[in-house]
């Protein structure tokens, strides 16, 4: 009877562990654009932070509805307006076994704010950390600031025993192309651990089964591998190699919508596209006009932006994937208006050969344009149809693509004179995209400037932005966020082109949540 029972007991522990196993799932994403590193301060750039969020945590972070919850916090409170407390979760352990305490977090948020992080705008608000006690942590601010918690969501703390001891005290600098052992090798909390990265092959990720919290879906193992071929990336999804592509081509979407095995989830990014301009050197390399920049000529920014017919490129280069815009935020970015989003001048090829003319180009000039080939949309083909409408009105434009790892670093070196570049709003808040963007580049290194990689520079709208750092009124607040985004559309120092709607392309069994920041979350994701 005894022998009975046990057998019976056996047999059914070996039916719970193969149910249990039946659950396991393994995640394969496919993309275009690779991760540029594992260090979680070296670019902010967003395939990069998608998978970087999944082994690194903040103090704070997302819901689904973008609201801020507690994550490596449970408690924060604004002892002053320009103090913030912290109350740290108990009891959660690195990657590596260490307890996670203050000094990571004081330790983390330092190595934030010092260049050559590329993060520097997850804390802009923030002036000194302080330790309290081992759970306890003050940040005092620079001011009041409406956006602090939200720009924390991007500051993920390290472990700062393992950092120091593996010479990464400092981020990355990776537009110098510096290697280092946090840029290949991780130590997070967060519900996923790094097992290997490949660069340009594959990077997987296993669950960390010591997580503080608990996943909503049941994703044990992740597999992400870019391919950069548009056809082979659609074959891949198809033919089941891999669970989703977060960036099917474009032209291949109606076949894909078809196949039953596949559904497509869409939504509108928070990002916008747009071309930049260099307006800060003498002579643009490369160009046949010696002596002088064109390009710091409003007249010729004016006539480059109603040489593009974007009606003819949301039609048949996007595809209706891509929302023309006037300015550089989102409309679900707060800041943005009707008034702001209508184009800033008509279409008029003959109206931009008239502005070179009064601006002393009749016969036009020469322009190398550099574009990345893998991270947005259709973003060579984008810069395809951009090199010719130019070049109709005399500006005799070279194109140059490149990947976006090498693309980044070129333009964070102010290494190009006309760029394309898509811009994602992490704070949701339209003070992200003016400092990053439009704030002048400080020499310094810190958040202000740090993505104006074409230079420009404003003294007007650096004073509403540092009036917009601090001002807690929201009407005053707004009525600068506005009068900032209206010079720069005035003066036309970029050319904001369209807001980038992101479909996911996914097997018939994966149940996940479509984000507005193009990053999928495995802890929210199911497959069968």
């Known amino acids: 009877m005894a022998r009975t029972s046990f057998v019976r007991g056996a047999l059914a522990l070996a039916v719970l562990a193969a149910a249990g196993l039946s659950q396991a799932a393994t995640l394969r994403i496919a993309g275009a654009n690779d991760i540029l590193t594992f260090d979680p301060h070296a670019q902010n750039h967003q395939t990069t932070l998608a998978y970087q969020q999944m082994v690194y945590e903040g103090l704070v972070r997302y819901n689904e509805k973008y609201e801020v919850e507690p994550a490596l916090a449970t408690k924060w409170t604004f002892v002053t307006p320009t103090q913030l407390r912290f109350e740290l979760r108990k009891g959660v352990k690195f990657h590596d076994g260490a307890p996670f305490t203050a000094d990571d977090v004081v330790f983390s948020i330092n190595r934030v704010m010092t260049p050559p992080s590329n993060m520097t705008s997850a804390a802009q608000s923030v002036k000194e950390v302080r330790k309290i006690d081992d759970f306890t942590v003050d940040l005092i601010l620079k001011g009041p600031s409406p956006v602090v918690l939200r720009e924390l969501t991007e500051a993920r703390i390290m472990n700062k025993a393992w950092a120091e001891k593996n010479n990464a005290a400092k981020a990355q600098d990776y537009k110098s192309k510096e290697e280092s052992f946090a840029a290949r090798n991780t130590n997070g909390t967060g519900p996923f651990i790094l097992e290997a990265w490949q660069p340009d092959t594959k990077t997987t990720l296993k669950k960390n089964p010591n997580w503080w919290d608990k996943p909503k879906g049941n994703i044990d193992n992740l597999v992400f591998t870019p391919i950069k071929s548009a056809a082979t990336r659609s074959a891949a999804l198809i033919s089941g190699q891999v669970d989703v592509v977060v960036d099917p081509p474009v032209q291949d979407l109606e076949r894909i919508k078809r196949d039953p095995n596949i559904k497509v989830i869409e939504g ?9 301009f260099d307006q800060h050197r003498d002579e ?3 160009s046949n006009v010696k002596g002088k920049n064109p390009l710091k000529d409003k007249r010729v920014r004016q ?5 593009v017919d ?3 490129i949301e039609r048949s280069v996007m ?3 891509g929302k023309p815009t006037g300015t550089m935020v989102a409309p679900m970015v707060n800041g943005w208006t009707k008034e702001l989003g209508a184009r800033a001048a008509k279409y008029d090829v003959e109206g931009a050969k008239k502005l070179l003319a009064d601006a002393g180009y ?7 344009l550099d574009c990345p080939n893998d991270r947005y949309l259709n973003d060579e083909a984008i810069c395809q149809a951009v090199t010719a409408m130019w070049t109709r009105i005399g500006v005799k434009t070279r194109l140059q693509t490149n990947p976006m790892s090498i693309h980044s670093a070129k333009i964070q070196k102010f290494e190009v004179s006309a760029y394309l570049l898509g811009w994602g709003v992490a704070t949701f808040d339209a003070l992200y995209s003016l400092d990053s963007l439009i704030s002048t580049v400080d020499p310094k ?10 230079r420009m520079s404003d003294p007007k709208v650096d004073g509403l932005i540092e009036q917009i750092k601090t001002e807690m009124d929201a009407r005053k607040r707004d009525a600068m966020i506005h009068e900032a985004l209206q010079t720069v559309k005035d003066n036309y120092n970029y050319l904001p082109l369209h807001d980038q709607i992101r479909p996911w392309a996914m097997r018939k069994g994966v149940t996940t949540v479509h984000r507005a920041d193009d990053r999928p979350m495995a802890i929210w994701t199911t497959i069968k």
Request: with cysteine; aromatic share 12%; proline share 5%.
């Open 268 to 276: 509108a990014e928070n990002r916008t596209i747009f071309f930049g």
């Open 284 to 286: 643009l390399p490369g």
């Open 303 to 307: 006539a480059l932006y109603q040489a």
């Open 310 to 312: 974007m009606a003819a």
């Open 319 to 321: 595809r209706g994937l």
């Open 362 to 368: 009749p016969q036009g000039f020469e322009l190398t």
């Open 445 to 454: 290194g810190g958040a202000a400037g740090n993505f104006n990689c074409g």
